[in-house]
Nanobody, 116 residues
């Protein structure tokens, strides 16, 4: 049974930082491509950042230079370091895992609120 458990969300003021974590189980983590997506109220879910099993990263234009995705294969965990947070970053952030055969798995999400 695949489980993706996100943590690290919370409330922060504009300009602040948060680090999200996603611990995976039930998958061959080192072979999986991992990603973070987010969904703001009234909007569709959108890609934030991805990291391949080889360590290649990709970011949405809106977060480039502010967010950083990384992974620790020994801990089966993917991270999202978020700096210089803006109110428009407010959303539920979801962890995604994609297996070698293209099956997608999702976590339940963690809420990030950026507000003064």
């Amino acid at each position: 049974q695949v489980q993706l458990v996100e943590s690290g969300g919370g409330s922060v003021q504009p300009g602040g930082s948060l680090r999200l974590s996603c611990k995976a189980s039930g998958i061959i983590f080192r072979l999986s491509n991992m990603g973070w997506y987010r969904q703001a109220p009234g909007k569709q879910r959108e890609l934030v950042a991805t990291i391949t099993n080889g360590g290649n990263t990709n970011y949405a234009d809106s977060v480039k230079g502010r967010f950083s995705i990384s992974r620790d294969n020994a801990k089966n965990t993917v991270y999202l370091q978020m700096n210089s947070l803006k109110p428009e970053d407010t959303a539920v952030y979801y962890c995604n895992a994609q297996s070698l055969i293209g099956v997608n798995y999702w976590g339940k999400g963690t809420l990030v609120t950026v507000s003064s």
